[in-house]
Each structure stands twice: as structure tokens, then as C-alpha cells.
């Protein structure tokens, strides 16, 4: 499970390629920030489920880079309508901390 929270604005290339054991990803927030590129996943695992806010469900299927997995999409209403009470795995990401997979700053 991946827990991507409202203060993430975009994932770079290659974030998740590769990643074959990649079974949720969980959108958090209400607006659509999160930026992709076409490269940031690769071919995700089969029975790999992107958990998306229903608010902005339609906005991450017309995506140009986020439609390309919208196979993979279920849409929630609240943190609770999920399998998993992904509300105690709330994670704040500082902007200013982060780092590339090459160790330079975001």
C-alpha cells in the first residue's frame, strides 16, 4: 500500500517502475494536484487498485497521464469506505525535504 497525502503536487519518472509488489495506492485530498508522468509507474501489477477521492475522480480519469490507469481506479467517498483504516497512516511530507532518487533536492 502506498498512502500518497494531499501535500504531495507531483511524482517524478520512474517513482514506482518497477515496483511489481504495488497492490493500492491511495489518492488523499480534494483537489487534483498530484502530476505524473508516463513513466511514473510502468506497468502496475494486475490487481493493483488506485483508491481515488470521488470529488475528483473524473478529473484523474481525463488526465492525460492518470487516464492511462483508469482501469485501475475505484473512487471513495470517505477514508472509511476503504478496506484498510488508512486514516492512522496519514503522513505529512515536507516539500523542503525531499530528495530524487539521485540524492539533489526536489
Given at each position: 500500500?502506498?498512502?500518497?497525502?494531499?501535500?504531495?503536487?507531483?511524482?517524478?519518472?520512474?517513482?514506482?517502475?518497477?515496483?511489481t509488489?504495488?497492490?493500492?495506492?491511495?489518492?488523499?485530498?480534494?483537489?487534483?494536484?498530484?502530476?505524473?508522468?508516463?513513466?511514473?509507474?510502468?506497468?502496475?501489477?494486475?490487481?493493483?487498485?488506485?483508491?481515488?477521492?470521488?470529488?475528483?475522480?473524473?478529473?484523474?480519469?481525463?488526465?492525460?497521464?492518470?487516464?492511462?490507469?483508469?482501469?485501475?481506479?475505484?473512487s471513495y467517498?470517505?477514508?472509511?469506505?476503504?478496506?484498510y483504516?488508512?486514516?492512522?497512516?496519514?503522513?505529512?511530507?515536507?516539500?523542503?525535504?525531499?530528495?530524487?532518487?539521485?540524492?539533489?533536492?526536489?
Amino acid at each position: 500500500m502506498q498512502m500518497i497525502p494531499e501535500s504531495v503536487e507531483s511524482i517524478g519518472n520512474y517513482a514506482f517502475y518497477g515496483c511489481t509488489g504495488l497492490d493500492e495506492i491511495v489518492i488523499y485530498g480534494d483537489e487534483f494536484v498530484i502530476e505524473i508522468s508516463s513513466y511514473t509507474f510502468g506497468t502496475l501489477p494486475v490487481d493493483c487498485v488506485i483508491y481515488i477521492p470521488t470529488a475528483i475522480y473524473s478529473d484523474y480519469v481525463s488526465d492525460t497521464y492518470w487516464g492511462n490507469y483508469s482501469a485501475y481506479m475505484v473512487s471513495y467517498s470517505s477514508l472509511d469506505d476503504l478496506p484498510y483504516n488508512y486514516a492512522n497512516e496519514l503522513l505529512y511530507i515536507d516539500p523542503d525535504r525531499l530528495y530524487n532518487l539521485y540524492g539533489n533536492a526536489s
